[in-house]
């Protein structure tokens, strides 16, 4: 009898179907929006520790105010955003949108 039921119920369409969703996951449309990555100059900013002294990690590496990444220099780091100098002027990278030309004196 036992035999019988285990078979059944591996033998279910509807079980093996079902897809469990982790209840952790964010709703569908915002899993989408932050997946796209978050670039300028090809870089991307991937996390911003406020220590002192601040750090950011971008494509990968940890750099601090001063440091230097593919042409592009850390001026400023902030909660959710860094601005880069380079040889297209200020950049901003930011956690969750594009970047963002800065403005001057941010």
């Known amino acids: 009898m036992r035999l019988l039921m ?22 569908p449309a915002l899993a989408t929006a932050a997946a796209q990555p978050v670039t300028a100059g090809g870089l991307r900013l991937q996390q911003v520790i406020i220590t002192s002294p601040a750090r950011a990690a971008i494509n990968g590496r940890w750099l601090r105010q001063g440091d230097a990444i593919d042409g592009w220099t850390l001026r400023v780091i902030e909660r959710r955003s860094v601005v880069l100098e380079g040889p297209t002027g200020l950049q901003r990278l930011t956690l969750f949108d594009g970047g963002q030309p800065a403005t001057r004196g941010e």
């Open 6 to 27: 285990l078979i059944l119920l591996l033998s279910s369409p509807s079980l093996l179907a079902t897809e469990l969703r982790d209840p952790t996951a964010p709703p």
